[in-house]
């Protein structure tokens, strides 16, 4: 087998399971697409930016991949099963957030980033299904967010994204019972990557509404982003992402963390009880915040 040309050891059995990962450039999804390949799959990494991090080129085939783009999804996919013979799981990965009060996220850029998060998805489950159908085995598993069942203020376009992908692959896994593809979503709530200053770099030079100076202030300064004390490491994520895709009986949802759990758990409460809990949160993320200076 070669990786970008150059020839891989033999250490890698032929019949190795094979994951196609999107996304890999950095943070999450270089770490999950490492991660497979410490249990011994053969992996194809993916970013839409070309090329990928040497860590991931020494041990991943790489291609470049716009998972905004038809055609390339299925080009993409399609080559991997001609040169591996098989798909054994597909990992959707990419995506960022437009931060900042719907108000003032532009529509357009709300569309461009579901284009990523949840069409992405969908596009590359068109493109795979038929070949693991065909073999009568394979797992989908999407990364998804505790956001995409509560919200928060400052993320509000991003969470509705992650809604979305729940919902379709809520869906998707029922539509598939019997053929032996599972789904499953992995839901880490904050992970210590780059996600946060690739939000704010977005959101630099936007016109803001004076009236929502408390939610700059979080997404800015405060927690609502990043600097979490309860953040988790992306290997956490990706060890997660690995159980789930070679778990005999793979659950719908795997919660990443505690709070992940927590935030689960808050979908039971009334409407009203969790926007207390969300503007209480949005405050003392502010106050701390401007207060670490």
């Known amino acids: 087998m070669s990786r970008n040309g150059v020839t891989a050891s033999a250490s890698e059995p ?6 196609l990962v999107t996304g890999a450039g950095g943070g ?3 770490a999950i697409a490492l991660a497979f390949v410490d249990r011994g799959w053969r992996v194809y990494a993916t970013d839409v930016a070309t090329p990928l991090p040497e860590r991931v080129r020494a041990d991943c085939e790489t291609r470049a991949l716009d998972v905004t783009d038809d055609g390339q999804c299925g080009r993409v996919v399609d080559e991997v099963v001609a040169e591996a013979g098989r798909l054994d ?7 960022y957030a437009e931060a900042g009060p719907v108000e003032d996220v532009p529509v357009e ?5 579901f284009d990523v998060l949840v069409h992405g998805p969908h596009r590359l489950a068109r493109a795979a299904l038929p070949h693991m159908r065909e073999r009568g085995r394979g797992r989908i598993v999407t990364v998804s967010s505790v956001m995409g069942l509560a919200s928060s203020p400052g993320l509000g376009a991003y969470a509705a994204g992650k809604a979305a992908v729940e919902s379709l692959h809520d ?8 053929t032996g593809v599972d789904v499953s ?3 880490p709530a904050w992970v210590e990557t780059e996600f946060a200053d690739a939000a704010r770099e977005r ?7 004076p009236a929502y100076a408390r939610t700059y202030a979080a997404v800015d300064d405060g927690w609502t982003l990043d600097r979490n004390p309860l953040a988790v490491d992306p290997e956490r994520v990706a060890a997660t992402v ?19 759990r927590f935030v689960r758990w808050t979908t039971w409460l009334p409407a009203p009880a969790v926007d207390a809990i969300q503007a209480g949160y949005e405050r003392a993320t502010a106050v701390v915040g401007r207060w670490l200076g």
């Open 242 to 260: 690995v159980r789930a895709a070679e778990a005999d009986d793979p659950r719908a949802r795997y919660p990443v963390g505690g709070f992940a």
């Open 14 to 19: 032929a019949d190795a399971p094979v994951a």
């Open 203 to 209: 959101l630099a030079g936007r016109e803001r509404t």
């Open 185 to 187: 979503l992995v839901e």
């Open 89 to 95: 799981c597909l990992v959707n990965n990419a995506g």
């Open 171 to 178: 869906a998707l896994r029922v539509e598939l019972r019997g």
């Open 109 to 113: 850029a709300a569309r461009a980033e």
């Open 28 to 30: 999450i999804g270089a």
